[in-house]
């Protein structure tokens, strides 16, 4: 579909020409206010004056507040970009403009006031893409926005009918699992089956990996942002259409519901991702049911997840790569941890925290991972693989400088957005968590590595570090038994 391709929002002239025109028309409408427009007409400059000032104080006052409820949200471990708070700021600004310069504007002036005030929060979505990276272009917005069909969508009444016939590309399901066993309520699911699904003759039992997206996500985030289907199809491409089963699993619910993948008063999502999905995967495709060759990729808060799936349930997921995730479920501090995702249980923090789960486990049998975050100090933009960290690329990675599938190569916000939540060196808090937990993972006979590349906490950054861990997992999990390593 091209999602990667068109007018871009991560870079480029369009995000700040639509800032700058929203800022020129917010002054046209505080013109009556400004002295100069008053004193014409020979009359005090005092009300316009503490008018504006209203306007000042309380377009501060809001971006203040703004941060100060994010800082304690635990939503990013570091600071958001500073034009985020001025645009929060500029958006309370536009509403108070509205009330206080009504009176002495004229009606074409009353519309420009109330015109700016959604164009305002365009442009905090603006400057919030851009940190985060999760929109790409306006044609990917705009298929978001109204559903549009994914790359290699079909329809799941006709896979019957379609088995038999040569495929050059995988197809994409949607389906809806039920949650007989986790009564977690959530949203469809999507399934990508390879080219191999649909050979002639008997269907080979093939292997698969479960994608988890971000704390804001849908479970279509990795087709349409990350551009985990066309990266999927290379790879099959070039392996004879034999490639893994690949499940996009939603493990939020809805959009804004930051589960960490636990069972807790924000649903039993953990449950929902071992005991629905995985047993309906494979009973509705034939996908193996052997652990071994089960994988879990996840990004930022799907990460944590992958990491959490594997040191818990190795009796279903055998190998995981945790890009750019957490040392372990986190909302904010320990206590608000705990608070907030296990309702005050500090025993249920301590089944899910991955540290601990190690410290307590006995050798895994066959169990490995990567870890892939940001060599940035705190973060930065562009770049590509330039080789892995701790043991070198993966076995079949992406030589250094080389494109990953798709046509990233310095626009349409390559391993752009301003921060997210932070670069893995310096500053970042990402870097440091994966070395040592994979450290302690290997005391407990786990083969892992962690690589790094440059780039900020983005949907480019996963999806450059999906498309060259990918070849590693997918020969993990297409030959069960082999020796375990990364």
Known sequence: MGYQRGLSLLDGWLPWVVQAVVVLLLLVALFPLLPTSWSRRGRTVRRPLVRLGAVVVLGGAGALAAWWVFAGSGLASDPAPVLLWVWVGLTVAAVATVVVAWAPSRWWRRGVAVLVVPLSVVCVALVLNQWVGYMTTVQEGWSEVTAGAFPDQVDPAALPSMIGTPRPTGAVVSVTIPDTASGFPHRDEDVWLPPAWFAPGPRPVLPAIMMIGGEFNTPGDWIRVGNAVQIADSYAAAHGGVAPVI???DAGGTFNNDTECVDGPRGNAASHLTRDVIPFVERAYGVSRDPRAWGAVGWSMGGTCAVDLAVMHPDLIDS???????????????????????????????????????????????????FDDSSDAGGGFGGHRPGAGQGGRPPGGRPPGQRPPGGFGGQNGENAGIG???????????????RALCAQAQTRAIACTVATQPGRHSWQFASTAFSTVLPWMAARVEAPGTPAKA
Not at 344 to 351: C, E, K, L, S, Y
């Open 247 to 249: 499940v996009f699993a």
């Open 320 to 370: 995981f790569d945790d890009i750019a995730g957490d040392a372990g479920p986190e909302i904010g501090t320990k206590q608000q941890t705990i608070d907030r995702l296990y309702g005050g249980n500090v025993a249920a923090w301590a089944t899910y925290d991955p540290a601990t789960v190690l410290g307590g486990h006995t050798p895994y049998a066959d169990t490995a991972g990567w």
């Open 420 to 434: 997210g939540r932070g670069g893995g060196g310096g500053t970042g808090q990402e870097l440091p968590a994966a």
